[in-house]
């Protein structure tokens, strides 16, 4: 029930970033990728503390995997997004490199494109490894009959 929630936060997540390329870099004007972040952080905020949850709890490798491949293909999706704002400073992209002499560079909206679309999908994944990958450990109920 847990991952269900989590996988269905998850899918809402992903159109909620996609929206980032709804309008055109005109004058460098960045809205709806920081619209795109905002929104999709919440449920994708969401998502990641179930995942963390369920790692902890009851570690299953499938759907950690599962929830790698989606993350990795959404970051792939959007990866033009995070990486203009990472290398060049706009996630419009190069040809809108001359316009940051002109307008100058938006540091919080940088910020928080940064974080929706590459450091919320980076905990994810590491969420997901965790989920995937995690031993669970041996219950100590019980004791141990040789100590005895």
């Known amino acids: 029930m847990v991952l269900g929630i989590a996988w269905l936060l998850l899918i809402i997540a992903i159109p909620l970033q996609v929206f980032g390329y709804a309008t055109t870099c005109t004058q460098l004007a960045d809205g709806s990728f920081i619209t ?11 998502s990641i503390s179930l995942v963390l949850f369920k790692a902890f709890t009851a570690p299953n490798r499938a759907t950690g995997v599962l929830f790698m491949l989606v ?9 033009s997004i995070w990486a203009n704002t990472i290398f060049i400073g706009t996630p419009c992209g190069p040809d809108f490199a001359e316009d940051l002499e002109l307008y100058g560079p938006n540091e919080l909206g940088n910020a928080i494109i940064i974080a929706g679309y590459f450091l919320l999908p980076a905990v994810m994944l590491v969420a997901a ?4 990958f ?15």
């Not at 795109?36 to 969401?46: D, E």
């Not at 959404?74 to 990866?79: P, Q």
């Open 71 to 79: 993350t990795l293909g959404m970051m792939f999706t959007t990866s």
């Open 129 to 132: 490894a965790l989920l995937a």
């Open 36 to 46: 795109g972040a905002i929104l999709s952080a919440l449920p994708l905020g969401l």
């Open 134 to 148: 995690r031993q669970k450990k041996p219950s100590s109920c019980g004791g141990d009959a040789k100590a005895l």
